[in-house]
């Protein structure tokens, strides 16, 4: 019972980030009022969102658990593509984003493979 309404709101969690993503892609300034966030403020809110990668990331290694090492890490790709994306369509340097997007598909796919791996074979 418990488990089922922690699943139920998880769900309803994620629907709020998924909106703003959204909101954001197709109307950033409405998106920003909507979210309360200010640009000028983009820096400091940065360090929140790194912050969160290392603690997903050192809550999956500690865990470990390979599957979930190998879902965390492919999740935390997707910030890294996504901005290479971004920077590479403008122009900009991307290097540092790509290398971090690869670098999270390489562990997530290594912890995918252990993960299938029977335990002492590799």
């Known amino acids: 019972m418990l488990e089922t309404v922690v699943i139920t709101f998880a769900g309803i969690g994620a629907l709020i980030p998924t909106y703003l993503a959204a909101v954001f892609a197709l109307a950033p ?3 920003l009022a909507q979210a309360t966030h200010r640009a000028d403020a983009l820096p ?3 360090v929140n969102r790194y912050a969160s990668f290392a603690l997903f990331a050192l809550a999956a290694a500690l865990s470990g658990d390979m599957a979930i090492v190998a879902v965390v890490f492919a ?3 997707v910030p890294g593509l996504g901005d ?3 920077y590479a369509r403008a122009g900009h340097p991307y290097a540092k984003h790509l290398a ?3 670098g999270a598909l ?3 796919a290594l912890a995918f493979a252990a993960a299938q791996t029977p335990t002492g074979v590799l």
């Open 29 to 31: 300034d409405r998106a």
């Open 44 to 46: 400091r809110v940065m």
């Open 75 to 77: 999740i935390l790709a």
């Open 84 to 86: 290479t994306l971004i």
């Open 100 to 102: 971090a997007g690869i």
């Open 106 to 108: 390489l562990v997530s």
